[in-house]
């Protein structure tokens, strides 16, 4: 299961996961990370058993931590089916089926975002939108 | 035995005809053989819906009162080009909005009318005795016009190149964004589908062919721009009425940093007139090969990496180098399928019946690059000799030779002369403001942006844009500086061309 963790400005200066992996000894995946002046933004990816005992030891360190909504959203209107979505996602969310209609898996997504740009038509958008 | 395009029509009309699209026809030459095939089938339907670029439409508006002669005409805020008569006007593709960019352009016009939603029209002219008015602003929708008659230049090219990149930089493109690395690859085209891959010689498809078009039944006006079927690239300028299209079938795009585009339909009936051309139109994914091109070069010519199959295109996985490299569709080859199929139905129905070109197109064509009065100048013409600093030199003695020599730039370079770094008068103004740094090495930056003296100078000015800087030390292959090229000598020159 993919779950956000914000880290407050005052926090980011130490090794926090590498303490929540030392303590839980759950091997964490991280899928995307940014970090900038204001907030760092993580994004992790656990054994779905696990989930809540990583979860508590984060916030225990201070740290946001959120289930990832509904990644990204398909407006099927939009969508002529090409795939343009394809090769650019890196975690391979999109696919292209037999009769060459695309298959989403949305649970892979890591909200990198690359297919919104990508997509011709607009058809993908994030949640808010 | 052969059959004429009458004895077709005829079972058209009656019901009879026995039209596969050319996926499946691919199947059953295989299976029964050309001969047998020729006389089981008597259409086979192909298919494309992919971006193409060189579309647009011609509108007649009708005449204001008092009449205007338009001399400019803006649709939604896009212009279309007037310098015809009076009220007529051609809107292109990608054509962008003045106010919006890349967000919207002359295909949205197009698909918003299609869709029957209101536009926003406005003109000006200049006034003449027989059409007094200056300037004209109203809301249409594609009911309101004479005419609207799609007219593309450039449609349903046979094959694509395929598009990758090797630099280290996201490329945005006409083929999408191409990864950095050779981390994806795009291509277009509906292969087994292709319109003119299923007929290559040109037997049927020609001067006056019907073909179906973003829904409408609309016609080959003749051959395309950059025509070139002797290396199988080529092309269709085709023809219809866009009161009768269909949003189905026609669809606005935008490339993301490059611009818009319109994805179009068109299906094209090819009547199995012998054997011959039952064969021909027996092609696969397997037979049609296309290059891949390294889009990371900026230059007319791009690098061929190899050529791959349609096949291997549609597996998702291609080789380059050894690296797997994903790939990507830019066209749909559902839409493709689909139209072939919608079109088999409506010859099924006996509301499409089939025409024969009244003129061939040619089996040659020459393909020219620009005719260019001069080259365009190569940095190493344009560059200035550079003043280089050592990397131990202190900060007021870099400060000195900036004031001595007016420069605002120092490429730093290494005891053994290669460039290390740069440094500006800006780095060095701040490093005294904040009384940091005794060496340049400490203030320089290190990840230096520069330019080769063998490139067109237009690479280099697009680079100093991208990266927001003002200068770019020219460096050999050995990573010795050569020279310097700034944004201020650049835009003199530019100005001038």
Redesign the interface.
């Known amino acids: 299961m993919k779950i956000v963790l914000k880290f407050p400005q005052e926090i980011m200066q130490g090794p926090l996961l590498a303490d929540v992996v030392l303590e839980t000894g759950v091997r964490i995946n991280i899928d995307r990370a940014l970090v900038d002046a204001s907030v760092g933004e993580i994004v992790i990816d656990v054994p779905d058993e696990r989930v809540e005992e990583v979860a508590e030891a984060f916030r225990r360190r201070g740290t946001e931590v959120h289930e990832m909504d509904t990644p990204i959203v398909l407006d099927e209107a939009e969508c002529v089916q090409c795939g343009a979505c394809v090769s650019v996602c890196p975690v391979e969310v999109f696919t292209y089926n037999k009769d060459r209609t695309i298959s989403i898996d949305l649970t892979r997504c890591v909200l990198c975002k690359t297919c919104m740009t990508m997509c011709p038509h607009g058809a993908l958008k994030t949640a808010e939108e | 035995m052969p059959k004429s395009l009458e004895e077709i029509n005829e079972r058209i009309r009656d019901g009879s005809v026995h039209v596969v699209t050319a996926d499946e026809m691919t199947h059953l030459v295989d299976e029964l053989g050309a001969e047998s095939a020729a006389k089981e089938v008597d259409v086979v339907t192909t298919g494309t ?3 193409m670029c060189s579309s647009g439409v011609w509108m007649n508006f009708g005449h204001s009162d008092p009449p205007i002669k338009m001399s400019k005409v803006w649709l939604n805020e896009v212009e279309a080009y007037a310098g015809v008569a009076a009220v007529d006007a051609f809107i292109g593709a990608t054509q962008l909005s003045e106010t919006r960019g890349l967000e919207y352009g002359g295909a949205h016009v197009i698909e918003d009318l299609v869709a029957h939603r209101e536009v926003y029209l406005k003109a000006v002219g200049y006034a003449t005795d027989c059409y007094p008015r200056r300037s004209v602003e109203t809301a249409i929708t594609i009911g309101d016009l004479n005419d609207a008659t799609m007219l593309n230049p450039r449609n349903a090219y046979q094959r694509y190149n395929v598009a990758t990149n090797s630099t280290d930089r996201v490329l945005y493109t006409y083929m ?2 191409l ?1 950095p690395k050779y ?4 291509y277009s085209g509906s292969g087994t589908l292709s319109p003119i891959y299923n007929d290559p010689d040109y037997e049927t498809i020609g001067v006056g062919t019907k073909i179906f078009l973003c829904g409408a039944e609309g016609y080959v006006v003749g051959h395309g721009t950059q025509y070139d079927p002797e290396n199988n690239f080529g092309t269709l300028m085709v023809c219809g009425d866009l009161k009768a299209m269909s949003t189905d079938y026609l ?1 606005a ?5 490059y611009g818009t ?1 319109l ?1 179009v339909g068109i299906g094209v009936p090819i009547p199995v007139l012998n054997a011959g051309i039952a064969r021909k139109t027996a092609i696969s994914d397997a037979d049609i090969r296309t290059t891949v091109l390294d889009y990371g070069v900026g230059r007319r010519s791009r690098p061929e990496l190899r050529t791959v199959s349609y096949e291997e295109l ?1 597996s ?1 996985i291609i080789d380059l180098n050894g690296k797997e490299v ?10 493709a ?1 689909e139209i072939a199929t919608e079109l088999a139905q409506r010859i099924r129905k006996g509301t499409f019946e089939l025409a024969l070109p009244t003129i061939r197109l040619p089996n040659r064509a020459i393909l020219k690059p620009m005719k260019q009065l001069s080259e365009a100048p190569l940095v190493r013409e344009v560059m200035l000799p550079s003043i280089t600093v050592h990397e131990a030199i202190s900060v007021q003695e870099a400060a000195k030779i900036i004031v001595g020599k007016q420069v605002n730039h120092l490429p730093v370079v290494s005891a053994d002369n290669k460039l290390i770094g740069i440094v500006t008068a800006y780095d060095i103004s701040k490093a005294v403001a904040l009384n940091k740094g005794d060496s340049l090495k400490e203030i320089m930056t290190k990840r230096v942006i520069t330019a080769k003296p063998d490139e067109p100078i237009d690479l280099a000015a697009r680079r100093l844009e991208r990266h927001n800087i003002s200068a770019l030390p020219v460096v050999d292959q050995a990573n010795t500086v050569v020279g310097i090229i700034t944004s201020e000598d650049l835009s003199k020159l530019l100005a001038c061309r």
């Open positions: 819906f992919g971006a999408g964004t990864l981390g994806n690859a795009t669809r795009a935008i490339l993301h940093r585009s994805y549609k998702g994903r790939t990507s569709s830019m066209s749909s080859y559902f839409k399928k």
